[in-house]
T-cell receptor, first 112, second 114 residues
Framework: SQQGEEDPQALSIQEGENATMNCSYK?????LQWYRQNSGRGLVHLIL?????REKHSGRLRVTLDTSKKSSSLLITASRAADTASYFC????????????FGKGTLLTVNP | DTAVSQTPKYLVTQMGNDKSIKCEQN?????MYWYKQDSKKFLKIMFS???????INETVPNRFSPKSPDKAHLNLHINSLELGDSAVYFC?????????????FGQGTRLTVV
């Protein structure tokens, strides 16, 4: 079964507004990553936060991680129409059999 | 220059056929993956190779056989295709295992079995 569960499944906002997506996971992790997938395209890595970090910023992106609650959030500030995409969280367990386990994603629509 | 490239981008085939998808990465990464994305956009790992060695095989039917001739290439061969194999297949690579790093994805191969 998948590790991450994103919430909400779909989000529609106006340009300029902030978008917040949440991710919950079940087992202990080494890191958590967020990816973006534009329609019909591959996934693009946005940001990685390690289990010993609580918050990370990258441009208009802000990611938080709460390992006690097994949850993470992705905030996109001042959204643009070009931010319209599906956003996935992925957890990595580390170790010799490293793999990313993805959630089902949040479809974000930014209306101009 | 495309970092992770897959061919073909689209593949339509009949049930029972055998087909292959090719993947190449020019990033110098050690680890490569195949993921399957279903119609509900759920991504599930299928295989992972590190330096041509299979390290992850996630309960995939043995009709699916990955092959890594060198660490820059990871191909996926599928025998006796079934309707349920219809999905988008993504190849990805990452620089190392262990502590975990980002994965770089190809554009995907949309497989339709009719």
């Amino acid at each position: 079964s998948q590790q991450g569960e994103e919430d909400p499944q779909a989000l529609s906002i106006q340009e300029g507004e902030n978008a917040t997506m949440n991710c919950s996971y079940k087992t202990s992790i080494n890191n958590l990553q967020w990816y973006r997938q534009n329609s019909g395209r591959g996934l693009v890595h946005l940001i990685l936060i390690r289990s010993n970090e609580r918050e990370k910023h990258s441009g208009r992106l802000r990611v938080t991680l709460d390992t006690s609650k097994k949850s993470s959030s992705l905030l996109i500030t001042a959204s643009r129409a070009a931010d319209t995409a599906s956003y996935f969280c992925a957890t990595g367990g580390g170790g010799s059999n490293y793999k990313l386990t993805f959630g089902k994603g949040t479809l974000l629509t930014v209306n101009p | 220059d495309t970092a992770v490239s897959q061919t073909p981008k689209y593949l339509v085939t009949q049930m029972g056929n055998d087909k292959s998808i090719k993947c190449e990465q020019n990033l110098g990464h050690d680890t490569m993956y195949w993921y399957k994305q279903d119609s509900k956009k759920f991504l599930k790992i299928m295989f992972s190779y590190n330096n041509k060695e299979l390290i992850i095989n996630e309960t995939v039917p043995n009709r699916f056989s990955p092959k890594s001739p060198d660490k820059a290439h990871l191909n996926l061969h599928i025998n006796s295709l079934e309707l349920g194999d219809s999905a988008v297949y993504f190849c990805a690579s990452s620089p190392s295992r262990g502590q975990g790093t980002e994965a770089f994805f190809g554009q995907g191969t949309r497989l339709t079995v009719v």
